[in-house]
C-alpha cells in the first residue's frame, strides 16, 4: 500500500509538471507559408511553386501538379520534396505562363503516416478575374469503417494481452494463479489478446496502403504498393518492428503457458515484449509529428500502456467472476478486486496527466474543441471516461466493502464503456489535430487605468482575416478621444520582420479592417498601440494561434 501511496504522488507531481509546462505543436503536416501564397496576384509567372510544411513530410506517397483554369498541367514534373529542407514541397513551371487562375494541387504524408492534400488558387497578372471555383482547400484523411474496425482489434488486442499478463503478473493473488483452472483461463485469454494482434497487425499493413494511395484494397495487393509501403514510410518501418515482437511474443508465450518452472521470467517477457508493440504504436501516432519526439511519444506510449492494463484487468476480473459463486474462492476474488482498485488509482492519474499533456499538444484554443472534429471527438472520449471514472468508483466502493450485489453489472459497465473509449481513440489518432484549424480568436486584456482591449480575428487563417478592436473603459462604456490605432504583427518562430496596419474606426470604442498579414501559420504575436488625442499610449500584446485551414 506504501508502494502504491508513493507511485500516486510521483504521479501527482507528473501531473502537475505537464500541466504548467505544455507544448503547444501539431500533428498531421499542415501548411506555414506557400509561394505563391494562396490567393495571391503576381504581376509576372513564377519560376516555380514551393509549400513549406510545419513538419518534414514522409520521402513517398507525395506530389504537387499545377494546373491552369483549363486544368493543363503546366509544371515541369518535376515535383519532389527538397533535399535540402525535408519539410518544403517544389515544383518548377514552365516558362512564360500567360495571365491567368492556376491551382497547385499537393498531397504529402505527414511525420506521423497521415495523408494531407489541398488545392492552393493564385493568379498571374491583373486583367483576368480569378475563377470562382478556384477556392483554397485543405483536407487530411477522414478514418473509414475499415480503418476503425482493423486498429479497434489492434487496442483491444494490446489491451487483453498487455494488461492481462500485468493482471498476472502484479494483480492476482497467489492463491488465484495458483489454481490451474483460473491460470489456464486467463492464459486462454492472453493468447485471444495475441491473436487479435496477430490478425490486426497482418491486416494494418495493406489498410496503410489504401489509405496513403487512396486505393482500394484489391489495387494494393496487384501493385507493389506493400513493399512501397515497407520501404519507404516510418510505419512501414514500425509494422517490420511489431511481426519481429509478434512473432518473439508466440514463443515466450507459449512458454509461459507450458512451462512449470520459470513462469515469472516468461511472463516479465510476455509483459516487456507487448510494452514494446505500445511504443511501437506510439511512434506511428500524432506524438511523432512533435517538435519533442522524445516526450511526446513517452507520453503517448504511458497513455495507451496506463489504459491497457486498466481495460486488461477488468477483462480479468470480469473472466474470473464465477468465482464469486465459489464460497472457497469468494474470498480470493474479493482479495483480487481490491488489489485492482488499488493500482486503479494509479492509472487514473496516469491517464489523466498524459491526456491532458496530449490535450494541451493538439487542442489551440477552447473554441477548437466544439468546432473542429477533433475536438469533438476529444470531448466525447472524456465524457465516457468520467462516465467510466463513476464505475471505477462505485466498483471500488464494492470492493473495499466487499459487497457482491450489483457488482457484475457495474464491471460489465466499466469495461463496455472501456471499449467504446478505444474506438473514439482510433478516430481521434486519425483526424487531424485542432491545430490546423483553431477557429477565431477573442481575447480581453485590462490596460491603464482599468480600460480594457478586446481583440477579435477571423476566421484566423492564412490570408485575408478581418481584425476588430474594441476598447472600454473601467464602466464597460466605449473609449473615446482616440488619435490612432496599429497593430503590429510578429511571429513567433521565424524571422519574418513586422507588418504594422491602421484600423479604422467604425463607431465609438470599436476599430476594424481587413489584411493578409497572417501569411504562415503558428504563433504570432500582435502588438496593440492606442495613442489618444491627449497624446497618451495604450500598448497590450495577444498570442494567436492562426490555422492552416
Excluded at 520459470?262 to 509529428?289: D, E, N, P
Excluded at 474543441?369 to 472520449?381: E, Q
Excluded at 463513476?390 to 471500488?396: Q, S
Aim: with cysteine.
Amino acid at each position: 500500500m506504501k508502494k502504491i501511496k508513493k507511485t500516486s504522488s510521483f504521479l501527482i507531481i507528473l501531473y502537475l509538471f505537464l500541466t504548467v509546462f505544455p507544448n503547444v505543436s501539431s500533428a498531421h503536416a499542415y501548411i506555414i507559408e506557400s509561394t505563391p501564397a494562396e490567393n495571391e496576384t503576381l504581376k509576372t509567372a513564377p519560376n516555380e511553386v514551393k509549400i513549406q510544411f510545419d513538419e518534414s513530410i514522409q520521402p513517398k506517397f507525395n506530389s504537387i501538379i499545377v494546373t491552369d483554369s483549363n486544368g493543363k498541367q503546366v509544371d515541369k514534373k518535376n515535383g519532389a520534396i527538397d533535399s535540402k529542407k525535408p519539410s518544403i514541397l517544389k515544383a518548377s513551371l514552365k516558362k512564360n505562363l500567360p495571365g491567368g487562375t492556376y491551382r497547385i494541387r499537393w498531397k504529402v504524408i505527414s511525420n506521423d503516416g497521415h495523408p494531407v492534400q489541398g488545392v492552393i488558387p493564385f493568379q498571374i497578372g491583373t486583367g483576368t478575374v480569378q475563377n470562382p471555383s478556384s477556392v483554397t482547400e485543405t483536407k487530411g484523411y477522414t478514418p473509414h469503417l475499415d480503418l476503425v474496425i482493423i486498429r479497434w482489434l489492434q487496442y483491444l488486442g494490446i489491451a487483453c494481452y498487455v494488461g492481462l499478463s500485468f493482471f498476472y503478473l502484479v494483480v492476482a493473488p497467489k492463491e488465484v494463479v495458483e489454481v490451474r483452472s483460473i491460470e489456464k483461463t486467463l492464459f486462454k485469454f492472453i493468447w485471444s489478446g495475441y491473436a487479435l494482434l496477430l490478425l490486426s497487425n497482418l491486416f494494418s499493413l495493406p489498410l496503410q496502403a489504401t489509405i496513403l494511395l487512396g486505393s482500394s484494397w484489391s489495387e494494393v495487393f496487384s501493385s507493389d504498393a506493400l513493399g512501397q509501403v515497407l520501404a519507404y514510410t516510418l510505419f512501414g518501418k514500425m509494422w517490420i518492428i511489431q511481426m519481429g515482437i509478434l512473432l518473439t511474443l508466440a514463443f515466450t508465450t507459449y512458454f509461459l503457458t507450458k512451462a512449470d518452472a520459470r513462469k515469472q521470467l516468461f511472463s516479465w517477457a510476455c509483459f516487456i515484449l507487448g510494452f514494446g508493440m505500445v511504443v511501437t504504436k506510439a511512434f506511428t501516432s500524432h506524438a511523432a509529428s512533435q517538435a519533442n519526439q522524445f516526450l511526446s511519444i513517452s507520453m503517448d506510449a504511458l497513455h495507451l500502456l496506463a489504459a491497457s492494463v486498466w481495460i486488461g484487468c477488468l477483462i480479468g476480473l470480469v473472466v474470473l467472476l464465477p468465482l464469486l459463486k465459489n464460497s472457497e474462492m469468494k474470498q480470493s476474488y474479493v482479495n483480487t478486486f481490491q488489489r485492482f482498485s488499488n493500482w486503479g488509482i494509479s492509472l487514473v492519474l496516469l491517464l489523466t496527466a498524459t491526456g491532458i499533456f496530449n490535450g494541451f499538444q493538439y487542442i489551440p484554443t477552447i473554441s477548437s474543441i466544439f468546432h473542429t472534429d477533433y475536438g469533438r471527438v476529444l470531448l466525447a472520449k472524456v465524457i465516457l471516461f468520467i462516465i467510466m471514472l463513476i464505475f471505477a468508483a462505485v466498483n471500488n466502493f464494492k470492493g473495499k466493502k466487499a459487497k457482491e450485489k450489483g457488482v457484475v453489472s457495474s464491471l460489465w459497465g466499466e469495461l463496455i464503456v472501456g471499449m467504446v473509449i478505444i474506438v473514439m481513440t482510433v478516430i481521434l489518432t486519425n483526424l487531424p489535430t485542432a491545430m490546423s484549424a483553431p477557429g477565431p480568436f477573442n481575447e480581453k486584456k485590462t490596460v491603464n487605468h482599468g480600460n480594457s482591449i478586446s481583440f477579435q480575428v477571423g476566421p484566423n487563417v492564412i490570408g485575408e482575416n478581418n481584425y476588430e478592436i474594441t476598447l472600454k473603459n473601467r464602466k464597460g462604456e466605449p473609449l473615446k478621444d482616440i488619435a490612432q490605432i496599429t497593430l503590429t504583427f510578429t511571429h513567433n518562430d521565424m524571422n519574418m520582420g513586422e507588418d504594422t496596419i491602421t484600423l479604422a474606426k467604425t463607431a465609438d470604442g470599436q476599430y476594424t479592417a481587413k489584411g493578409m498579414n497572417f501569411n504562415m501559420a503558428g504563433k504570432w504575436n500582435v502588438h496593440v498601440h492606442v495613442l489618444t488625442k491627449n497624446l497618451e499610449n495604450i500598448d497590450t500584446d495577444f498570442q494567436c494561434i492562426v490555422g492552416s485551414r
